[in-house]
Nanobody, 125 residues
């Protein structure tokens, strides 16, 4: 099993910054993609940013330039630096990871996806 512990959410005024963290623990042999999503009531879950095991990143077009995703592979942690926050950024931010596990002596692997419980971010005007 894999556990994801998110932290860093909270309340901030418009224009402020927050840094979210998500640490993975458990039984696995490596982490492929790590990502952040966000969700608000009545709306579909929205992709915020992804980062590959090699460090390649991708962002929602509307968030480019304000949000930065990064990861520390040694700490098995993904971060989301959020700057110039706006009230419309208010949401629950969820961490996503895809882990891989070796299943036989030949080194074959399987992948599994896990989600964090979410950390709330509230931006006031």
């Amino acid at each position: 099993q894999v556990q994801l512990v998110e932290s860093g959410g909270g309340m901030v005024q418009a224009g402020g910054s927050l840094r979210l963290s998500c640490a993975a623990s458990g039984t696995f042999d490596g982490i492929n993609t790590m990502a952040w999503y966000r969700q608000t009531p009545g709306k579909e879950r929205e992709l915020v940013a992804t980062i590959s095991s090699g460090g390649s990143t991708d962002y929602a077009d509307s968030l480019k330039g304000r949000f930065t995703i990064s990861r520390d592979n040694a700490k098995k942690t993904v971060y989301l630096q959020m700057n110039s926050l706006k009230p419309e950024d208010t949401a629950v931010y969820l961490c996503y990871v895809e882990v891989r596990k070796i299943v036989n002596v030949e080194g074959a692997t399987v992948t599994r996806e896990y989600w964090g419980k979410g950390t709330p971010v509230t931006v006031s005007s």
